[in-house]
């Protein structure tokens, strides 16, 4: 098993939500880890044949986990998808199936989702209520890597706090 570098909090503090990749030829998959117990629910149910769930992002109410799918096993024919953080049917909110959708955030007020995509370089936004998506703003890469990287994934920078909070240490 092992855990994807990107994880959402609980508005109470007392889970997060994270990808997972259990064994090599399974898909990822969204679940919530209890921070008092450790133990570990999954929320997401990618289907067989694909790469799986990725880059969870928790509304600010707690209520609802947009995150990304891949459609197939290879890295690319990504959407973003939307569910009840309880669990539940996902519904997909875009249809652009870009090679890269990462680094989901709600808007305070939790009606939009902010999301980059790849090729095009630029932030969207969507209404998980109503079905219009437009282009929000171009903006440049950013990473935390330590290799300097301008990779636009967010960097490694939650790996150890992911592995510690995982294993228990």
């Known amino acids: ?18 990808s997972e990749k259990g064994q090599e030829n399974e898909p990822a998959r969204v679940i919530r880890l209890s921070l008092s117990t450790l133990e570990k629910e999954p929320l997401t149910s990618p289907p067989e044949d694909s790469a799986g769930d990725f880059f969870p992002a928790l509304s600010p109410d707690g209520r609802n986990l947009a995150f990304v799918r891949s ?53 969207l936004r969507r209404r998980p209520k109503y079905p219009s998506i437009g282009r929000f703003a171009s903006v440049g890469l950013h990473c935390s890597r330590s290799c300097g990287s301008d990779c636009g994934l967010g960097g490694l920078r939650w790996w150890r706090l992911v592995e510690l909070l995982t294993s228990g240490s």
Do not use: K, N
């Not at 098993?1 to 994270?18: C, I, K």
């Open 1 to 18: 098993t092992y855990v994807l570098p990107t994880l959402s909090w609980s508005p109470d503090g007392e889970w997060l939500v994270l």
């Open 71 to 123: 459609g197939g096993r290879d890295w690319g024919g990504q959407d973003l998808w939307v569910q009840p953080s309880s669990g539940g049917e996902a519904r997909r909110l875009t249809s652009g199936t870009y090679d890269l959708c990462a680094d989901l955030a709600w808007t305070a007020d939790g009606r939009e989702i902010l999301f980059f995509v790849l090729p095009a370089m630029r932030v």
